[in-house]
């Protein structure tokens, strides 16, 4: 029998990508065939598709929780900001528009098409589809047209799970609060709730629990306690950007500056998981490190935008200065392209068109092109011979002298990226490398340490079991195959 169900919160991050990417492995473990899928979703952090799109990065996550390929139907309308007030859309996999938060509202309905037909697809395909809503389904204001909360579970008859975060504070308010403003039909496809993120003796918790019951009608469904291992887990929004945390004397520093549309920013992952690292991330008005090993420039999606922020910051002095003392820099996508001479966008993909200096590090130019390479990425680094894989996704072409030093050698035969004369500085359009162990440990050693040797995927997988048996042992998941339809 097919089966679909809903996962909607209270907030933003309250714990939805984790709870569906658990419930996707318990229930694979079961022996059903499962597949996610997010309607609409805001994030920078993407992922490529085997069938040459892109999705959030939490979608690929619950794929792989599920043990199937990430698709584009997995979620069929992406939006990636590129300002305070706009985003490009990003429909099954691919870019249509750039448009404003404002008009956005009008295109919704319109895309309530491609959304039904993604999840009609993955019925066919599924025994069970775990549906995880965008935000909060309180969301009054935005409920007009809405294709990611309660429009769709309406317009699908899916039944809902909403979720709340006691860490955060106020968890029955906000359920119960829910309850309060939304519509009473809206309200009549919520089925249950959970309360995510528990600390402490879960028994000081059960009148919460039942107070929520009674003043909602939702059946209690788990009181999930805080998962640890969650940090191991790639995050989809920057709120769950973290640094290492602190480290023994002895690690290796890593800066990376965050710029305001830092993207993919799960390259980070596998460095932080080191523990002779210590991954700094370096927040506004804080300047980059001396004590920096390696400054790596992480990708954007509004590189020149992101390239103004970096020079007022006043990073781009500290990072000439990192350079005259010896340290290395490394540059993914947008980085990479901020290291060069000049970057210049005739098109206006990224706003008004305009040509800028670079930080002049590497000595090539790029110049941003209309098409999207979106594709799987194997080969070797050069000149060690070192094997990597990762995944490619970014407008622009990049040459120049330091370009005829190219930092990877493709599968296909194509080289990528350039290296400095003096060897220092470094750029690549492929994300992904750190989390191959190889490429990992090489880079690692050029920094002067070595890895730990623990695999990152294979960490990941057992993350990934641990929660889903984390989720099983708190959740009722009899009774929620049995609300899914």
């Known amino acids: ?7 909607q919160g209270t907030g ?12 996707a492995r318990a229930f694979t473990e079961r ?27 939490a979608q690929a996550l619950q794929a792989r929780a599920a043990r199937v390929p990430p698709s584009v139907h997995m979620n069929p309308v992406l939006l990636k900001p590129q300002s305070e007030v706009g985003s490009q859309v990003v429909v099954q996999g691919r870019m249509v528009a750039t448009v404003k938060a404002r008009d956005y509202q009008a295109w919704k309905p319109r895309l309530m098409h491609a959304v039904l037909d993604s999840f009609s697809r993955l019925t066919d395909e599924a025994d069970l589809v775990l549906v995880e809503g965008a935000g909060s389904a309180s969301e009054v204001n935005l409920r007009a047209g809405d294709i990611a909360n309660m ?26 609060g829910t ?7 809206d309200a009549a ?141 490394l540059g993914l996508c947008g980085g990479f392209q901020m290291l060069g001479r000049s970057l210049a966008d005739p098109h206006g993909i990224e706003g008004a068109p305009r040509t800028v200096p670079g930080l002049g590090l590497l000595d090539v130019e790029t110049v941003m092109t209309p098409d999207k390479r979106l ?28 370009a005829a ?6 599968a296909d035969g194509r080289v990528d990226g350039a290296v400095s004369a003096d060897g220092l500085v470094a750029g690549t359009y492929v994300h992904g490398l750190f989390a191959h162990d190889a490429q990992r440990a090489a880079w690692l050693t050029r920094l002067g340490t070595v890895s730990a040797g623990a695999g990152y995927e294979a960490g990941v997988e057992a993350a990934l079991d641990g929660l889903a048996r984390h989720i099983a042992a708190h959740v009722d998941c009899d009774r929620l195959l049995a609300l899914a339809r």
């Open 151 to 176: 429009g769709f579970a309406r317009a699908t008859d899916t039944p809902v799970v909403l979720v709340g975060d006691i860490d955060r504070g106020g968890v029955i308010a906000s359920l119960v």
């Open 189 to 329: 496809m919520i089925a249950g709730f959970i309360v995510n993120r528990f600390r402490g003796d879960p028994s000081l918790f059960a009148d919460g629990m039942r107070l929520i019951a009674e003043r909602t009608g939702w059946a209690p469904l788990g009181l999930v306690p805080h998962f640890p291992e969650a940090a191991r887990l790639p995050a989809e929004d920057v709120l769950g950007l973290a640094g290492s945390g602190p480290r023994p004397a002895g690690t290796v520093t890593v800066a990376v500056p965050v710029l305001p549309r830092i993207a993919n920013f799960d390259d980070l992952d596998p460095l932080r998981a080191e523990p002779g690292v210590s991954v700094v991330l370096v927040r506004p008005g804080t300047p980059i490190p001396a004590e920096a090993a390696l400054v790596l420039l992480p990708g954007s999606k509004t590189t020149i935008d992101d390239l103004d922020a970096f020079r007022a910051e006043g990073w781009d002095i500290d990072l000439r200065a990192h350079v005259r003392r010896g340290g290395r820099v």
């Open 375 to 402: 594709a799987a990425a194997t080969g070797t680094s050069l000149p060690d011979a070192v094997p990597f894989t990762g995944y490619e996704m970014h407008i622009g072409a990049t040459h120049g002298p330091d």
């Open 31 to 57: 022996g059903l065939r499962v597949r996610p899928f997010k309607p609409q979703n805001m994030s920078n952090n993407a992922a490529v598709t085997p069938d040459g799109g892109e999705i959030g990065r």
């Open 405 to 410: 030093r190219p930092l990877l050698r493709l």
């Open 12 to 23: 933003s991050d309250v714990g939805k990508s984790l709870l569906v990417a658990g419930l």
């Open 1 to 7: 029998m097919k089966r679909a169900l809903m996962i």
């Open 179 to 185: 309850k309060a403003v939304i519509d009473p039909e």
